[in-house]
């Protein structure tokens, strides 16, 4: 009951509107922009999460190090993307990473970190090039780019939380049910993304 309450939370907590003082209007437009944007789309949401479930899967030092990793790495992506360098198959990567994401969570085996850390790192230069290119116009990129991250960072902790079921043999079954969802629609964003 007590992950239910958190889980609801931490999502009324994502849809709440930010109070932002003492800041022009464009400035906060970017940043309420780029923090929204992670979470307008599924691709994104479930891509994220499963960085966070298979974290937590794969433990400690995984459970940080997957997180971490992958909003670094995303900003940089982000940058390629805001100075308008182009990066071939964004979408396919991005459905990719739903889809191998889910399945490793799917399948819960443990991988070495540095396979772990290299795969979510080369999904994150997807995620982040997307987010660059889509910085709406007159915006701030920075602001824009720290509220993708910290939204990013958010989808990540909740996957953490929701991978905490592992605990329990019935929890395992329902992270790996979860993988397996994201699996399949990461199967149907590569479908779209190719067809």
Do not use: K
Request: charge should be positive.
């Amino acid at each position: 009951m007590q992950h239910r309450s958190f889980a609801v939370l931490v999502a009324l907590a994502l849809l709440a509107a930010p109070a932002v003082a003492h800041v022009e209007g464009a400035q906060a437009q970017g940043f309420l922009s780029g923090l929204a944007h992670p979470v307008s789309g599924l691709d994104h949401v479930l891509a994220m999460v499963a960085v966070g479930l298979w974290g937590a899967q794969l433990g400690v030092p995984a459970l940080w190090l997957l997180p971490l990793t992958f909003p670094i790495v995303m900003a940089l992506g982000g940058l390629l993307g805001l100075l308008g360098i182009p990066l071939p198959g964004v979408e396919i990567g991005i459905a990719a990473s739903a889809l191998l994401l889910g399945g490793a969570v799917m399948s819960g085996r443990r991988v070495p970190l540095a396979a772990a850390l290299l795969l979510v790192g080369l999904f994150a230069v997807f995620h982040g090039h997307a987010h660059g290119t889509e910085l709406p116009p007159g915006e701030s990129g920075l602001l824009y780019s720290l509220g993708f991250v910290i939204a990013t960072g958010c989808l990540h902790a909740m996957g953490i939380a929701i991978g905490t079921l592992q605990r329990w043999p019935a929890g395992r079954v329902a992270l790996r049910l979860a993988g397996g969802g994201i699996g399949v629609a990461g199967l149907v964003f590569l479908w779209r993304a190719i067809a």
